[in-house]
Each structure stands twice: as C-alpha cells, then as structure tokens.
C-alpha cells in the first residue's frame, strides 16, 4: 500500500515526532515544502492521483539533495485540488477554488507557526496554478517574515525537456507523453500501457497553454471532454520509463535550484 511510505524520507514532516520538527523549523533559513496535487482522472491508462503522486515524489527527492545544506522538511501532499473541467469523465475530487485558497492558507499559517523561515508550494496540477499564485501572495502579505514561493513543477526547464520528448508541441499534455513516462519511471504497476490513447492538445485560442511545457498567457475554460474522447491529451503511447527518469531528474534539479535560493533568502 501507498500509506506504508508515508514518512519514509528523512526528510518527511510526517515522519518526524514534534520536537524534530521544531528542531528544524527553528534553525536558520529553516525551508518547508507543501506539495499540491489533485485527484482526477488520467485517461485510462494512468492513476487519478498521477499529479498527487509525481509532485511529492518530485518535492521529496530535491529535498532529499539539497538537505544536506540546509534544514528542510516536506509535508504529505494536499492531495486534492481545483480539478471541475475533469468531471465529465468521472473518478475526479475537486474543491471550488476558494476552498482550495483557504485550504492552503490555512496549511501554510500551520506551518510557518512552526517557525520556519521559508515556505515553497509545490504545485503538480494545471487547473491549481492561478490559486498556488495567489496563495503565494496572501500567504506572503500576512507572513512577512518569511519567504514564500510557489511554482508549477513542469513550468521549469522547458528547454532541457524539450531536448528529451519526441512528441511534437501538443504531445506532452494531461496524461500525455511527459506524465506518463514519469509514473512509467516512478510506480510502473499503475501504468496500463495497452491502455494508452490521447489526443494532442488543440485549443480554439492560440495564447493559451497548449502542452505541459508551454504555459501561454491566455486563459480559457473548457471540460476536457471537449478535447478528448479518453481524458488524455497528447501523445502517451510515446512514454518510456527511461525517458521519465530523464524527464524526473529535470524537474528535481530545477526544484532542487528554487529550495537553494528559497534557503538562502530565507536565512
């Protein structure tokens, strides 16, 4: 089971008893890392916890390598997010982007009452990226002792995954080649290959975010039922578990980056 792991990583929060805890939240340029994930479908070939799943084991392991330079714990993830244009296919929770708000506010005042000195928010999923943003700034303006940041984990290092992916631009979206290489990598028994079929990502409007790698500055609301017949989009059938261990290391050195300046800000 999942929950065995829970814990497991010298770096985990949750593995810790309170006075470790505090141990290093109150050490200088103390870092914790809260990732956000969702719980909606992936198509019919990867799990509904695909983006919970990828951003803890990517906050996770850049911890673990920065760790030694820094004190830093990682929570268990909110494994829940703002996820409505995913119902129509089913197996989806979502929370209205208020409460998703509010949820991390709250998560982020507990944690910094612990005393630490900087606050990353880790986000895995797409339709979370607006509320992580603005949770960056209210969490910022009534915790102005401390550093906060928040980021979309495939927002980074675009052009060092471009160097890696053989689909074309489109190829690489929900459940596509980039995400399902990863869980390939990652947790290959939830991965059903025979299963894997998209579409690559068509939008009306040529400003809006068309893959994992290229966020556009348009911002357009569609169910996803209106780009795929499967839930998927984008090439998954190109996904190989060596290309998701490339495309993971990507994202941990980029992460791994961001706690290093986050940490140096911070003390």
């Known amino acids: 089971m999942v929950y065995d792991t829970i814990g497991a990583s010298p770096v985990a929060w949750a593995g810790k008893p309170y006075p470790a805890v505090r141990s290093v939240a109150e050490r200088d340029g103390s870092v914790a890392v809260v990732p956000v994930g969702s719980l909606e479908q992936h198509g019919h070939h990867l799990p509904t916890a695909t983006d919970t799943i990828l951003a803890d084991a990517v906050a996770t392991t850049a911890a673990e390598r920065v760790a030694d330079g820094m004190p830093i714990l990682v929570t268990p993830p909110l494994w829940t997010g703002h996820s409505p244009h995913h119902t129509p296919f089913g197996g989806t929770v979502t929370l209205d ?62 052009e060092r995954i471009g160097e890696i992916r053989e689909s074309d631009r489109g190829g690489a979206g929900h459940a596509g080649e980039i995400e399902t290489s990863m869980i390939a990598h990652l947790r290959p028994e939830l991965v059903d290959m025979d299963a894997a079929e998209g579409r690559p990502w068509e939008s009306p409007y040529d400003r809006t975010r068309d893959d994992l790698s290229h966020p556009g500055p348009l911002a357009a609301y569609a169910d996803f039922d209106a780009f795929s017949d499967t839930g998927a989009v984008g090439n998954p059938e190109l996904a190989t578990a060596e290309k998701g261990e490339r495309f993971f290391e990507v994202f941990v050195d980029e992460v791994g980056d961001v706690l290093e300046r986050l940490h140096e800000q911070a003390g």
């Open 97 to 158: 982007g208020g409460r998703l708000l509010a949820l991390l506010e709250d998560t982020a005042g507990s944690v910094l009452g612990e005393g630490f000195d900087g606050l990353l928010l880790l986000n895995g999923h797409g339709g979370n990226g607006a509320l992580v943003s603005s949770a960056t700034s209210t969490i910022g303006s009534t915790h102005r002792d401390a550093e906060i940041l928040g980021v979309t984990y495939f927002d980074l290092g675009a």
